[in-house]
């Protein structure tokens, strides 16, 4: 029985998937946060605590202190023992990173997992190992950004380099809505978990055609390839995640020449024992790739992937924190696809409820159907922060996953109260 070291989390799917992983292969972890009442409100009323709450020991610590975090933890490690430490929360990948290597613990290379965590270093790794991406231009302010933009050209992309989710990531058809991302991300200097973000912007051409995802395991100097994800893209001209569906609905050459331009871009930045979540377009011209993640995939991906193939990727994230082979054999589990879909708010106010839901409860193609409760405060979305819930399927058949997830997403609609006019 193994140790596991949490450090923080997502309070979404995989903050539960993980514990479930780690208890179900016979581990038991400990957990530490900052701010404990994230997670105590972040809690389903009528579920009992978070998930990550029943650790064995739950420990408040400044997580945002790297230098401190590492001389408590190694007091903590001497007591505790731990084996392997993990986390599912971007911000938080780098400490678990300086954590095992100072712990003498399996994981990534803390370099190598902070080049992946910061989008404008992430482009420079992989430009310098000629990895296909889009043209792009690294900037410290509006006028160092309006320069560049003119020589890659409109319409292109703003980014952040440091947020997820999809936070304020924009595409812009001229000067002035260019000058507008800009100042959004200006006003935005502290991320969710308190920390002060880069005063950098990241501009990127805009690139055209379908996205997926490759899912990868990274062990013992190997990366092996799980599958293949693909996605549904809305919110112009924000950039929101509304669906997935695994495997992805491409042929096979297309499907293999994305997995290798994956596997190249987590070779270039150095990445190992880790999963990893990569992004890719499929342009005209072949794969470009968007960004890597070195996490495991949320918005249910590992779920759908377990679905169809067999393989848990939590269960391989727990494994190689703690130094031992991932099972990766795929298992023959009767469902050939299965697919998510989101509901997204379109307005300000209150929602009220959902109509269409129970009639989806019953539908033997549901895998899952989770929707928010009456009473959230919800706003017309700008990321992949403010779902109101999502309906999963699976088909037996074939690749039919996504349109029946899409459909019956269609049967449900959310009443809101109109939020108050504000007198002007």
């Given at each position: 029985m193994g140790h596991l070291l949490v450090i923080e989390s997502w309070v979404g799917s995989m903050s539960r998937l993980l514990p479930r992983a780690i208890r179900e292969e016979g581990h038991e972890f400990t957990f530490v946060t900052r701010d404990l009442h994230h997670y105590l409100r972040s809690a389903p009323e009528g579920e009992g605590p978070h998930p990550l709450l029943t650790a064995r020991n739950v420990i408040t610590a400044d997580t945002n202190d790297t230098a401190a975090l590492l001389a408590r933890i190694e007091g903590l490690h001497g007591v505790l023992g731990f084996d392997g430490v993990v986390s599912s929360c971007d911000y938080y990948l780098p400490a678990v990173a300086h954590t095992a290597r100072r712990l003498g613990l399996p994981g990534p290379a803390p370099e190598a997992v902070e080049a992946a965590c910061r989008k404008d270093l992430t482009r420079r790794a992989l430009a310098a190992a000629d990895v296909p991406g889009p043209r792009f231009a690294i900037c410290e302010g509006a006028g160092e950004a309006a320069a560049a933009a003119r020589g890659i050209g409109y319409p292109l992309v703003v980014k952040p380099v440091d947020l997820c989710a999809g936070m304020l990531v924009r595409a812009v058809r001229d000067e002035h809505e260019l000058e507008r991302a800009c100042q959004a991300l200006a006003e935005f200097p502290v991320n969710a978990r308190g920390q002060d973000r880069a005063p950098v912007i990241l501009l990127e051409e805009l690139l055209g055609g379908p996205e997926v995802s490759v899912e990868t395991v990274s062990f013992g100097g190997s990366t092996h390839v799980v599958g293949v994800t693909d996605k549904s893209i809305g919110g112009a001209p924000a950039f929101i995640e509304t669906g997935h569906m695994f495997p992805a609905g491409i042929d096979g050459a297309l499907a293999s020449e994305a997995a290798e331009t994956a596997l190249r871009a987590v070779e270039a930045l150095g990445l190992d024992q880790v999963v990893c979540h990569t992004e890719l377009k499929l342009t005209p011209d072949g794969p470009r790739l968007v960004?890597?993640?070195?996490?495991?995939?949320?918005?249910?991906?590992?779920?759908?992937?377990?679905?169809?193939?067999?393989?848990?990727?939590?269960?391989?994230?727990?494994?190689?924190?703690?130094?031992?082979?991932?099972?990766?054999?795929?298992?023959?589990?009767?469902?050939?696809?299965?697919?998510?879909?989101?509901?997204?708010?379109?307005?300000?106010?209150?929602?009220?409820?959902?109509?269409?839901?129970?009639?989806?409860?019953?539908?033997?193609?549901?895998?899952?159907?989770?929707?928010?409760?009456?009473?959230?405060?919800?706003?017309?979305?700008t990321s992949n922060n403010e779902y109101l819930g999502h309906v999963m399927t699976a088909d037996t058949e074939g690749g039919g996953a996504r349109a029946a997830a899409e459909a019956l997403l269609a049967g449900l609609h959310p009443r809101y109260e109109p939020a108050p006019v504000v007198p002007a």
């Open positions: 960004e890597v993640n070195p996490r495991p995939a949320g918005n249910r991906i590992t779920e759908l992937v377990r679905h169809v193939s067999g393989v848990d990727l939590a269960a391989a994230c727990v494994d190689v924190a703690l130094g031992r082979t991932p099972d990766l054999a795929p298992r023959t589990t009767g469902v050939r696809s299965a697919a998510v879909a989101f509901l997204l708010p379109d307005t300000t106010g209150t929602l009220t409820g959902i109509d269409g839901a129970q009639a989806l409860r019953a539908r033997p193609e549901v895998l899952e159907l989770t929707l928010a409760e009456p009473g959230r405060t919800v706003r017309t979305a």
